[in-house]
């Protein structure tokens, strides 16, 4: 493999984040938004065939008919999911910060 071809195989990789990134982080934003609207299945289609739109017509670019580098976006895509999921969670509260413990036993 020569160093024009690492070189783009990281910048697929690099594209293919962007592209999970603004895939979950847009569904993140649209359940949001659409949980509090009085039209929310407009907020859930609408989102979907943009995002949907949006990744595939990127991938079809990035992958320039090489099944490599469609597998290096998809592997960019996938860490992107994880990372937008790490980010978006709630907070997690300490297990046993609601439990008392019993000054004695029964």
Known sequence: ????ETLMLLVVGAVG???GAVFFGGLWWTVRKGVSS???AL???????LRAGIVL???????GGQWQRLFVCLLGFIIARF???RLTRAPLEHPNSHVQEASHAP
Do not use: Q
Not at 58 to 63: A, D, I, K, L
């Open 1 to 4: 493999m020569t160093m024009n």
């Open 17 to 19: 984040l962007v592209l």
């Open 38 to 40: 009085p039209r929310p």
């Open 43 to 49: 907020w859930f289609v609408g989102s979907m065939l």
């Open 57 to 63: 017509a990127g991938f079809y670019c990035v992958g």
């Open 83 to 85: 990372l937008v999921m």
